[in-house]
């Protein structure tokens, strides 16, 4: 079964440091891997994912994650964050199914708090 | 509008009530799915659906009943509500071979 840890509940940067947020999963074949944004009392919105190919992958809103198949990690990051980015991060891992396609399985999710 | 939408967005229903929450979208996207989401647990997927008349368990999905008898509805249905089934529940589709889109979500409190 595949699983997907974020270890920082909570992480508080300040307005125009750079961010990581870590994500470790476990699948025992290539995994489809996503960072998922919620803002508060809003939905989900993909931020990127990765399928295949090159392992260092662009999202939105300047994001990027890095997919290191020798550490099990999705991590994500931006050089520069903005008060705006405050918001839950979630990292969900898909695996094949024949039933579903892409079944997800999400992370705890991460707090991002920005100090102006 | 196009989209996925759920409703009601706000629920406030008693234990032991039956309650019926709707999701709806334009896409004609295949897969459709249920989750919620509970502090510290991230999302959990309670139902999915892979095509009308499809329907398997997820990972939570004791207490919840779904159907899909049209492609563009999946409703989520709580027989006899129970206080730990408060959450925030979030239904998404999907196309095949692509990602998921959710919807805003429906914050269901049982009293």
């Known amino acids: 079964a595949q699983s997907v840890t974020q270890p920082d509940i909570h992480i508080t940067v300040s307005e125009g440091a750079s961010l990581e947020l870590r994500c470790n999963y476990s699948y025992g074949a290539t995994p489809y891997l996503f960072w998922y944004v919620q803002s508060p009392g809003q939905g989900l919105q993909l931020l990127l994912k990765?399928?295949?190919?090159?392992?260092l992958v662009q999202g939105i809103k300047g994001f990027e994650a890095e997919f290191k198949r020798s550490q099990s990690s999705f991590n994500l990051r931006k050089p520069s964050v903005h008060w705006s980015d405050a918001a839950e991060y979630f990292c969900?891992?898909?695996?094949?199914?024949?039933?579903?396609?892409?079944?997800?399985?999400f992370g705890g999710g991460t707090r991002l708090m920005v100090k102006p | 509008d196009a989209g996925i939408t759920q409703s009601p967005r706000y629920k406030i229903t008693e234990t032991g009530r039956q309650v019926t929450l709707m999701c709806h979208q334009t896409w004609s996207h295949s897969y459709m799915f249920w989750y919620r989401q509970d502090l510290g647990h991230g999302l959990r997927l309670i139902y999915y659906s892979a095509a009308a008349d499809i329907t398997d368990k997820g990972e939570v999905p004791d207490g919840y009943v779904v159907s899909r008898s049209k492609t563009e509805n999946f409703p989520l249905t709580l027989e006899s509500a129970t206080r730990s089934q408060t959450s925030v529940y979030f239904c998404?589709?999907?196309?095949?071979?692509?990602?998921?889109?959710f919807g805003p979500g429906t914050r269901l409190t049982v009293l």
């Open positions: 990765y399928f295949s190919g090159d392992t």
């Open positions: 998404a589709s999907r196309p095949q071979g692509s990602r998921e889109f």
């Open positions: 969900a891992v898909g695996a094949q199914d024949n039933n579903a396609g892409n079944m997800l399985t």
